[in-house]
């Protein structure tokens, strides 16, 4: 029984299909944790989360931006972009079905594996929040979007302020620092507040800024944190902190992190050819 991280998909099912396998994946033996952007900007989305779908427990799948993103499209609530490659999603058969899959995937997981303890988000997590306070929050979101308020979230979750954690904070302001955390932060100053505008890697934060992950006495230093979102970044595996988008959509690799024991797992990586073939570039 073997479980398996693995970095942002964003539509690329043929390069998931070769990964798994590579790995050779059994949805009866084998648990994937997909670390969010499960699609949009590849050629293939629909097909990534009827995958998916299929595999039922056996895959657990995060939300990131462009997950929700497409939840707002669906909804009317955002114009399309240029970019965006999730019409297969959009005027699918099942497109209810696929829609009503997706709002009900969490923001935040936590998984214990021989003794080490997990922490996944699709991009970061303040530092004021330790892992139960992620986690918590996560789940105030995701009540919202599984609920009768899912419009008015989507309508309401755009923006950049507030920019920083408040206990105080309540209603939309609250959600939308939970949602820009957790599926949009890569840079925040040492009191959380958080930067959007620079995609760069991590030698790019602006003066005052860290990477979320270097800020001194951040509260989740006591479990790994594993996330997406950045490609960016580079490869980055270290004990307390696993980064796992490694470009898949721009024509790098697909990763996967097989957990073996604390501090000591097995990184697979296909590159993938989809992502090329349509176009895309960075």
Do not use: K, N
């Given at each position: 029984?073997?479980?398996?991280?693995?970095?942002?998909?964003?539509?690329?099912?043929?390069?998931?299909?070769?990964?798994?396998?590579?790995?050779?994946?059994?949805?009866?033996?084998?648990?994937?944790w997909l670390l969010g952007d499960l699609v949009n900007r590849g050629p293939a989305s629909a097909a990534v989360l009827r995958r998916l779908m299929r595999y039922g427990g056996s895959a657990r799948c995060l939300l990131g931006n462009h997950d929700l993103h497409l939840l707002a499209l669906a909804h009317g609530v955002r114009p399309p972009h240029r970019s965006d490659t999730v019409a297969d999603v959009l005027q699918a058969p099942d497109?209810?079905?696929?829609?009503?899959?997706?709002?009900?995937?969490?923001?935040?997981?936590?998984?214990?594996?021989?003794?080490?303890?997990?922490?996944?988000?699709?991009?970061?997590?303040?530092?004021?929040w330790d892992a139960p306070k992620t986690l918590a929050l996560a789940a105030e979101l995701e009540a919202v979007l599984r609920g009768p308020d899912l419009l008015d979230l989507l309508k309401r979750m755009y923006g950049n302020e507030p920019a920083a954690w408040d206990d105080a904070l309540r209603g939309e302001a609250r959600l939308r620092v939970v949602v820009n955390a957790l599926t949009r932060l890569r840079f925040c100053t040492e009191k959380g507040e958080m930067e959007f505008a620079t995609k760069e890697g991590a030698g790019a934060a602006p003066r005052g800024?860290?990477?979320?992950?270097?800020?001194?006495?951040?509260?989740?230093?006591?479990?790994?944190?594993?996330?997406?979102?950045?490609s960016t970044l580079g490869r980055l595996a270290r004990s307390d902190v696993l980064a796992l988008d490694t470009g898949c959509v721009w024509g790098g690799c697909l990763t996967a992190l097989r957990l073996v024991s604390p501090g000591a797992h097995e990184r697979i990586e296909l590159r993938c050819e989809a992502a090329l073939s349509v176009g895309l570039g960075h």
């Open positions: 029984m073997a479980h398996y991280l693995i970095g942002d998909v964003q539509g690329c099912d043929g390069a998931l299909q070769r990964l798994l396998d590579t790995l050779a994946f059994s949805p009866s033996r084998d648990t994937l497109r209810s079905a696929l829609l009503e899959w997706l709002r009900r995937q969490p923001l935040a997981l936590q998984h214990q594996h021989a003794g080490e303890t997990f922490l996944m988000v699709h991009a970061g997590v303040l530092p004021a800024y860290l990477p979320w992950f270097e800020v001194p006495g951040r509260r989740t230093a006591d479990v790994t944190v594993a996330f997406g979102h950045w």
